[in-house]
Nanobody
Framework: QVQLVESGGGLVQTGGSTRLSCVASGSVGLIEVMGWYRQSPGAQRELVASITRRGSINLAASVLGRFTISRDNLKTTVYLTMNSLKPEDTAVYYC????????WGQGTQVTVSS
């Protein structure tokens, strides 16, 4: 079992920046990949960014050059740094971790005002 606790987000102006954090606990040694997904009203949940155990990073095309994903040395906390935010980035952002199962955080709202 893996537990994920997110923090960060909130209301940000267009062009602004914010950072999300996700702390994993439990069977963290089994985690193969951690990342962030987002879901806006009426849309499907989509991958934003992920980082594997070995450090391989995957970023959605829509956030390339604006968002970065990073983690701490213990590999138990991942960060999503979001720059140059746009109104279309408004969504609930979910932390995700994969072992033999998928685990999700509770979600944190990011609202980008125009």
């Amino acid at each position: 079992q893996v537990q994920l606790v997110e923090s960060g987000g909130g209301l940000v102006q267009t062009g602004g920046s914010t950072r999300l954090s996700c702390v994993a606990s439990g069977s963290v040694g089994l985690i193969e990949v951690m990342g962030w997904y987002r879901q806006s009203p009426g849309a499907q949940r989509e991958l934003v960014a992920s980082i594997t155990r070995r450090g391989s990073i995957n970023l959605a095309a829509s956030v390339l050059g604006r968002f970065t994903i990073s983690r701490d040395n213990l590999k138990t906390t991942v960060y999503l740094t979001m720059n140059s935010l746009k109104p279309e980035d408004t969504a609930v952002y979910y932390c995700h971790a994969a072992t033999y199962s998928d685990y999700w955080g509770q979600g944190t709202q990011v609202t980008v005002s125009s």
